[in-house]
């Protein structure tokens, strides 16, 4: 089978999931956001996989797979296991595509991981398995989560203090964050370029509300 073939059956069969999930069905704001996540996860495997030498259409194929599992309403609960059943959901579909038993063993153990770092079945963390979770963070740390993060965390409504509280534990994390080991140097560029523009931001954002209970400094008799 060609890779665009499989790809597009990837795409189609992630697609598939998602209409015939109760849970999306009932939530189309949920399916919609996390269809394109799943395509910028891809976008940002295929990137690292083309300067590490992966193999692009299987990585690809993992990352669109990774949250698959959202087809099922598994309660805030079995939010943790989301991976797992992903690699259950993804497996009999990956092996329907003809693929190697151990690229379906690869590929399902880095989508199983990529939630808390664990698996159901026995793996080995590949610098390619492990590119699953990584694109998987550098995208929940790029620009659209500066949005999203914000709406969620109904920013706006809070007052100026709790603003600035706000901030400045979000940068006090991020830069905790920022030397993160991951799998691959081209992942570890990536992260660290993404999450220096969410601390740029979110410095910039608290200057602006240093300066907005009173004029600073001292003027001039």
């Not at 992260?191 to 600073?216: C, M, P």
Request: proline share 3%.
């Amino acid at each position: 089978m060609q890779k665009s073939e499989i790809i597009r059956k990837t795409e189609e069969f992630l697609n598939n999931k998602f209409a015939g999930g109760a849970f999306l069905a009932a939530h189309p704001e949920e399916k919609a956001y996390r269809l394109e996540h799943s395509y910028r996860v891809a976008n940002i495997g295929r990137e690292i996989a083309a300067r590490e030498g992966f193999d692009v259409t299987e990585t690809v194929v993992a990352c669109l797979l990774h949250d698959v599992s959202y087809c099922e309403d598994f309660g805030e609960d079995g939010w943790r296991d989301h991976g797992r059943r992903s690699a259950a959901i993804a497996r009999p579909f990956l092996e329907s595509l003809g693929l190697p038993e151990d690229r379906v063993d690869d590929i399902c153990y880095g989508i199983a991981i990529h939630v808390d770092d664990k698996a159901d079945f026995d793996g080995v963390r590949t610098p390619f398995a492990l590119t699953v979770g990584d694109a998987d963070n550098i995208d929940r740390f790029d620009v659209y989560r500066v949005h999203e993060t914000l709406s969620h965390d109904r920013f706006s409504e809070k007052n100026l203090s709790e603003k600035t509280e706000y901030v400045e534990k979000r940068l006090k994390r991020l830069k905790e964050l920022l030397n993160m080991p991951l799998a691959t140097g081209t992942a570890e560029k990536m992260w660290r370029d993404r999450l220096s523009f969410y601390i740029e931001f979110l410095g910039r954002l608290k200057s602006q509300l240093d300066n907005s209970d009173g004029v600073k400094g001292k003027t001039s008799p």
